[in-house]
């Protein structure tokens, strides 16, 4: 049963363009959302996240919204560059269980020049 | 060190024999976690170390799989009798706190374990 969901395997946008991620989640009771950033043969590093309590947090470029009556939280990067190219994986977590963190199964961005 | 440190880097075994898999966290994080990503899939949580409390093993997928935390420090996987389907990059993170999530894990470089 995956509880985060990422429909898209990959995605690939323009250089300058917005790159838009989506991930959907099925238990309520997560209250805490990351996104991670993985380069081949790296770990993941830790991108951005958001509490339950906020539906927005910007950091530069990268910019994560939640909606939580859908369930749904995006990752949006303005403007894309090259370097960008990555495989990203957002995660959530429940008060009930907060060291423990559900991936979800990557989206694999490509930024074209 | 400044990372958290895997080793080996890679490991290719034959199906039925037994392997190791070492992780040096972080100086000072007390929580240490093991995932693991198949390929096509997401990163799949195994087990979870905190302080000099009983280790979350929820996430073990037979008793094949087992692991230990020496001195609250480095941890050592270990998949016995492998079979094809242990076939995944093993990550191993740490994180300074309990909650930590907060401030999000360190994740190592993982160990790419191939059965043959």
């Known amino acids: 049963d995956q509880q985060v969901k990422q429909n898209s395997p990959s995605l690939s946008v323009q250089e300058g363009r917005i790159s838009i991620l989506n991930c959907d989640y099925t238990n309520s009771m997560f209250d805490y959302f990351l996104w991670y950033k993985k380069y081949p043969a790296e770990g993941p590093t830790f991108l951005i996240s958001?509490?339950?309590?906020?539906d927005k947090n910007e950091d530069g470029r990268f910019t994560v919204f939640l909606n939580k009556s859908a369930k749904h939280l995006s990752l949006h990067i303005v403007p894309s560059q090259p370097g960008d190219s990555a495989v990203y994986f957002c995660a959530a977590s429940a008060p009930y269980n907060t060291d423990k963190l559900i991936f979800g199964t990557g989206t694999r961005l490509q930024v074209f020049p | 060190g400044a990372g958290v440190s895997q080793s080996p880097s890679n490991k290719v075994t034959e199906k039925g024999k037994d392997v190791e898999l070492r992780c040096d966290p972080i100086s000072g994080h007390t929580a240490l976690y093991w995932y693991r990503q198949s390929l096509g899939q997401g990163l799949e949580f195994l087990i979870y170390f905190q302080g000099n409390s009983a280790p979350d093993k929820s996430g073990l997928p037979s008793d094949r799989f087992s692991a230990e935390r020496t001195g609250g420090s480095v941890s050592t996987l270990t998949i016995q009798r492998t079979q094809q389907e242990d076939s995944a990059v093993y990550l191993c993170?740490?994180?300074?706190?309990?909650?930590?999530?907060?401030?999000?894990?360190?994740f190592g470089s993982g160990t790419r374990l191939t059965v043959v």
């Open positions: 958001i509490s339950s309590i906020k």
């Open positions: 993170a740490s994180s300074y706190q309990q909650g930590s999530t907060l401030f999000g894990y360190t």
